[in-house]
């Protein structure tokens, strides 16, 4: 990675971004992916203590539907790695049991989503349950992976070069993501993804603009995805001070 790099937002929303980095090395892109899946620590649902249980699932089944609730991760709470936070839930039926049914003893801590069915209760079944929520990491289980989502591509540039030659028919030219043209960024979408669509009677060159990727990111709602892009340059960060810090012994 040089010290000469520039952040572009195609998109930006709460739980999603496109965004384009330039001056950054195929190396430190796919480093930057494998940390936002694997480094950055979220709240999930580890332990269930069931005080009942009538519905038609078992104990093991709920637990793993609990464990897969994404809860929200505040940065401000400052969690260390296996702290707990605990959680209840009791739901009697005719009725269906969802996330947002879970009460948690941190304010800061919530269900990120509070209609994701948990189980449906018929008649004079309940669901009672208590759970601790660990802070933990993807690379030890998937459920601690607050990037539902997190891939990358070249930019690719696309230059016209000449007219179509007479009589030739042009033929569809698909390609995804995003595309620099004129000095623009512009979205596949906005054309059906087909260069010939934009550039009708056209024969245009495409190249990968290099040490420039778009990343395509989404969260599960454990926190905001500029939060899960700075926790995994932290990590990064972290770990090349940890190894210099080593090297130098």
Same mark, same amino acid.
């Given at each position: 990675?040089?010290?000469?790099?520039?952040?572009?937002?195609?998109?930006?929303?709460?739980?999603?971004?496109?965004?384009?980095?330039?001056?950054?090395?195929?190396?430190? &892109?796919?480093?930057?992916?494998?940390?936002?899946?694997? !480094?950055?620590?979220?709240? &999930?649902?580890?332990?269930?203590?069931?005080?009942?249980?009538?519905?038609?699932?078992?104990?093991?089944?709920?637990?793993?539907?609990?464990?897969?609730?994404?809860? @929200?991760?505040?940065?401000?709470?400052?969690?260390?790695? !296996?702290?707990?936070? @605990?959680?209840?839930?009791?739901?009697? $039926?005719?009725? @269906?049991?969802?996330? $947002?049914?879970?009460?948690?003893?941190?304010?800061?801590?919530?269900? &990120?989503?509070?209609?994701?069915?948990?189980?449906?209760?018929?008649?004079?079944?309940?669901?009672?349950?208590?759970?601790?929520?660990?802070?933990?990491?993807?690379?030890?289980? &998937?459920?601690?992976?607050?990037?539902?989502?997190?891939?990358?591509?070249?930019?690719?540039?696309?230059?016209?070069?000449?007219?179509?030659?007479?009589?030739?028919?042009?033929?569809?030219?698909?390609?995804?993501?995003?595309?620099?043209? !004129?000095?623009?960024?512009?979205? @596949?979408?906005?054309?059906?993804?087909?260069?010939?669509?934009?550039?009708?009677?056209?024969?245009?060159?495409?190249? !990968?603009?290099?040490?420039?990727?778009?990343?395509?990111?989404?969260?599960?709602?454990?926190?905001?995805?500029?939060?899960?892009?700075?926790?995994?340059?932290?990590?990064?960060?972290?770990?090349?001070?940890?190894?210099?810090?080593?090297?130098?012994?």
């Amino acid at each position: 990675m040089t010290e000469d790099y520039d952040v572009e937002f195609v998109e930006h929303e709460d739980r999603y971004a496109r965004f384009l980095v330039r001056g950054v090395t195929p190396a430190f &892109a796919n480093g930057l992916r494998r940390a936002m899946l694997a !480094d950055v620590p979220t709240l &999930a649902i580890d332990t269930v203590r069931f005080i009942e249980n009538s519905s038609v699932m078992f104990d093991e089944q709920l637990a793993l539907r609990l464990g897969l609730v994404p809860l @929200t991760t505040p940065p401000e709470a400052e969690f260390a790695e !296996d702290d707990t936070v @605990t959680l209840s839930i009791d739901v009697e $039926g005719p009725a @269906t049991a969802y996330s $947002g049914d879970l009460v948690s003893s941190d304010d800061l801590v919530q269900p &990120a989503d509070e209609n994701i069915p948990i189980i449906d209760l018929k008649d004079n079944q309940r669901l009672e349950a208590e759970a601790d929520a660990v802070f933990n990491r993807g690379k030890n289980h &998937a459920k601690h992976q607050g990037a539902v989502s997190a891939g990358y591509r070249h930019l690719q540039r696309v230059t016209v070069v000449d007219d179509l030659p007479e009589f030739e028919e042009q033929e569809s030219r698909i390609i995804r993501g995003v595309i620099e043209a !004129d000095g623009e960024l512009i979205q @596949t979408s906005e054309f059906d993804n087909d260069l010939s669509n934009r550039y009708p009677g056209k024969q245009v060159e495409v190249e !990968d603009v290099p040490n420039a990727f778009v990343f395509n990111i989404e969260t599960d709602g454990s926190f905001p995805v500029d939060e899960l892009v700075t926790r995994a340059a932290d990590s990064i960060a972290a770990r090349a001070t940890d190894l210099e810090d080593a090297v130098q012994l």
